[in-house]
């Protein structure tokens, strides 16, 4: 049974940095394609940052150079870096898990950031 277990969301200040994480159980890690995925209320979810399996990263235009996405596979853990944070980057985070080849996709429950003063 795979699980996605986020962690390190909070209340921090406009300008502050957070770090989550999101540790998987009952995968082969480093096979699959994971992300970052964020929604804020009365939003859709969106794509925040993805990490490749085969290495490679990609960014939404709103968090690039503000964030940084990497794993270490052999953690089972992918981490989201976010620094300069601004109330819009206030939302639920969830990690997901996709494997290109049969298309399996997993998510994690989520965790909340909020910014503010």
């Known amino acids: 049974q795979v699980q996605l277990v986020e962690s390190g969301g909070g209340l921090v200040q406009p300008g502050g940095s957070l770090r989550l994480s999101c540790t998987a159980s009952?995968?082969?890690?480093?096979?699959?394609?994971m992300g970052w995925y964020r929604q804020a209320p009365g939003k859709q979810r969106e794509l925040v940052a993805a990490?490749?399996?085969?290495?490679?990263?990609n960014y939404a235009d709103s968090v690039k150079g503000r964030f940084t996405i990497s794993r270490d596979n052999g953690k089972n853990t992918v981490y989201l870096q976010m620094n300069s944070l601004k109330p819009d980057d206030t939302a639920v985070y969830y990690c997901?898990?996709?494997?290109?080849?049969?298309?399996?996709?997993?998510w994690g429950q989520g965790t909340q950031v909020t910014v503010s003063s």
């Open positions: 997901n898990a996709h494997h290109r080849w049969n298309g399996a996709v997993y």
């Open positions: 009952g995968m082969i890690f480093r096979i699959y394609d």
């Open positions: 990490s490749a399996s085969g290495g490679g990263t």
